[in-house]
């Protein structure tokens, strides 16, 4: 069997103002994989060898309807295994399950030859999404597979565009051991928003475009306010406005929910204010009684890709 080993990065949805529509890419964490394929033949196998764990069964697998869509489309008979060596906790709000997704249709389609392009292979691992959440989104997947910053303009027809990092941009992310589950995070979501609301919400998604398009950092931090999903949100989070205060006062550019939480991630122009945020949102949590796990590094450029074993 061809074999190569691969890894996607852990990604932020949402980024506040851009609820379904954007998401960036983290460096330093993510999901390694070996993928094995051999043609003319059939079959289809994940060893789970990560130490975290996972559904046992293969259709409860956020990978099996990625990868089972991407053969159907493919067409010739492939039989592919699939080793997980590393991978992001599930529910840690960084992207877990489209790390996995990502990182599978991204080594099948090498191995294969490339005959998708990176948009069709986002398109495969939103499926994986749809299990995962009920609804086949593209914020996470999309910078996971891309890298960089990304906008999906629309789903109806699919339309991803990358945008440029700046190169002093940094997060701090931070997952309480709390539990809030996707499902609990849309129910609480209102179906209507007054004008005013989307006025406001559609300034801040063009200033956010807008700032990465610059590199304006300033712009960046300044925009990511989010006027519909974060007042409703936040009340699955102790204390949320209070933690928002202490991070800004640490020399955060923003701060806001990750994807559907319970995680929160704040940006910043300088590595060592992220970790000094990190260090402030830990102990945040720890004040009221709640274990976290902390992430800081760069924003990146870098999507899925190739590794040395």
């Known amino acids: 069997m061809k074999h190569i080993e691969v890894f996607a990065p852990g990604t932020v949805a949402n980024l506040g103002c851009g609820f379904d529509v954007m998401g960036l890419t983290l460096d330093g964490v993510g999901d390694r994989m070996e993928v094995m394929v051999e043609p003319d033949a059939e079959g289809f196998e994940i ?3 990560s130490g975290v764990e996972l559904p046992e069964s293969l259709d409860e697998n956020v990978i099996t309807p990625a990868v089972r869509a991407m053969l159907a489309a493919y ?3 492939v039989r592919v295994i699939i080793r997980l060596l590393e991978k992001i906790v599930p529910g840690s709000g960084i ?3 489209a790390a996995s997704s990502a990182a599978a249709v991204y080594g099948i389609n090498e191995l294969l030859g490339c005959p998708f392009s990176v948009k069709q292979l986002v398109e495969f691992a939103m499926l994986g999404e749809a299990l995962q959440g009920g609804t086949a989104h593209a914020d996470n997947v999309g910078p996971a597979l891309l890298g ?11 339309d991803i565009v990358r945008l440029p990092v700046p190169d002093n941009f940094f997060y701090a992310v931070v997952h309480p051991q709390i539990v809030v589950s ?4 849309r129910e609480v979501l209102p179906h209507e928003i007054p004008l005013s609301k989307a006025v406001k919400q559609w300034g801040n998604v063009g200033g956010l475009v807008a700032g990465f398009a610059l590199r304006d950092v300033a712009l960046i931090g300044r925009s990511m306010q989010d006027a519909v999903v974060e007042p409703y949100r936040k ?4 204390d949320y406005d209070v933690l928002k205060q202490e991070a800004m006062g640490q020399g955060a550019l923003a701060l806001n929910i990750a994807g559907s939480g319970p995680s929160v991630f ?3 122009s300088d590595y060592a204010v992220a970790c000094r945020i990190a260090d402030c949102m830990e102990r945040h949590f720890a004040g009221r009684g709640i274990a976290s796990h902390t992430y800081a590094g760069r924003v990146s450029n870098a999507g899925a890709r190739i590794v040395e074993s």
């Open 47 to 49: 060893r789970n060898e």
């Open 95 to 97: 992207g877990s399950s």
């Open 235 to 238: 009340g699955f989070i102790p």
């Open 75 to 77: 067409g010739g008979s």
């Open 148 to 158: 960089g910053v990304v906008l999906i303009r629309g789903y109806e027809p699919f």
């Open 182 to 185: 996707t499902k609990m995070a």
């Open 266 to 268: 704040a940006l910043a």
